[in-house]
């Protein structure tokens, strides 16, 4: 019997990688939850970015939102929604309601009592949609606003928000390492305006480093070598606060300078205007809430 010849494929660096075609990014099909903007206002202010004394534009907040939730599904993704209410201003900003992984659903817990009650709203969609794996945390969380969820790790932002309490709290429910990142730019209050998950199944992400500590820095580099470091002009923008389904990246629009470097890693940009949410410190990825799916069971399980 002869030995069959195994063909090993060659080395490809990630500099080739990022240097392929964009047909060489497969785009996966996403489940969101988005709440619509209809009584977005700013009249409180509990980030930089909100200022009472600048009056929010609500039609065009909506068409923006609108134009968010549509390019979503053509692109062939599912949108469910989250119905607003009039006393939360905020729920507009559905990234922040909750982290799914795997079926599993970690409620939110908000710093700040003008959103209080943005958690138990989420809590009530899940329950009615049927999902069972629900938390109610124990310690402060913002969601999505300070996880971010790769193929390793799950990151985790702390400094404004979160508690550092609730990493481990995370950890031990979801099984996954985490990873603690401390952010020290008020402008960057949540990791989700800091960095970006752009291929959740390669731990390839995009960061802005001056919103980090020296030590999160260094851990950044370490852990993500080939990662795409954004310029300060792009980052202040809300360049960072972007959706990617593993090809098209979903980006605030005034971020022009991640534009072409996005495009050299063969992804393909989505420019969005979302200005008028902006005035409330969000932008794309905080009105987006990813809804990871259940676990497929395995075969002969009950």
Not at 82 to 101: E, S
Not at 283 to 294: A, D, F, G, M, N
Request: aromatic share 8%; glycine share 8%; charged share 25%.
């Amino acid at each position: 019997m002869h030995a069959q010849t195994v063909r090993i494929p060659p080395f490809r660096s990630p500099a080739a990688v990022r240097e392929e075609p964009a047909l060489n990014r497969d785009a996966t099909p996403r489940r969101y939850l988005m709440c619509a903007p209809a009584h977005f206002r700013v009249t409180y202010s509990i980030n930089p970015w909100m200022d009472p004394s600048k009056p929010v534009d609500l039609p065009l907040a909506n068409t923006q939102w609108e134009d968010l939730r549509d390019r979503y599904r053509s692109l062939g993704h599912t949108v469910e929604l989250l119905t607003p209410r009039p006393d939360l201003p905020d729920m507009v900003f559905a990234a922040n309601g909750a982290t799914v992984i795997d079926g599993r659903v970690l409620g939110a817990l908000f710093a700040y009592r003008e959103r209080y009650a943005e958690a138990e709203a989420h809590r009530e969609w899940f329950r009615a949609d049927g999902w069972t794996d629900i938390h109610e945390p124990a310690h402060v969380n913002e969601g999505e606003g300070d996880f971010a969820v790769t193929a390793s790790y799950l990151l985790a932002g702390r400094g404004f928000r979160s508690s550092p309490l609730s990493h481990g709290e995370a950890q031990e429910f979801f099984g996954r390492p985490v990873i603690g990142l401390d952010l020290v730019d008020p402008r960057y209050y949540h990791l989700d305006t800091a960095l970006c998950v752009l291929d959740d199944a390669a731990d390839e992400v995009m960061y802005y480093p001056g919103a980090f500590s020296p030590g999160s820095r260094a851990v950044l580099a370490r852990l993500f070598p080939d990662a795409l470091v954004a310029e300060e002009a792009d980052a202040v923008a809300l360049g960072l606060n972007a959706v990617s389904d593993g090809r098209h990246v979903l980006i605030p629009q005034a971020a022009t300078g991640l534009l072409d470097p996005l495009r050299d890693r063969g992804f393909e940009p989505v420019p969005m205007d979302l200005g008028e949410l902006l005035k409330g410190g969000g932008s794309v990825k905080c009105c987006t809430q990813e809804l990871r799916p259940r676990p497929v069971p395995r075969e002969g399980a009950v």
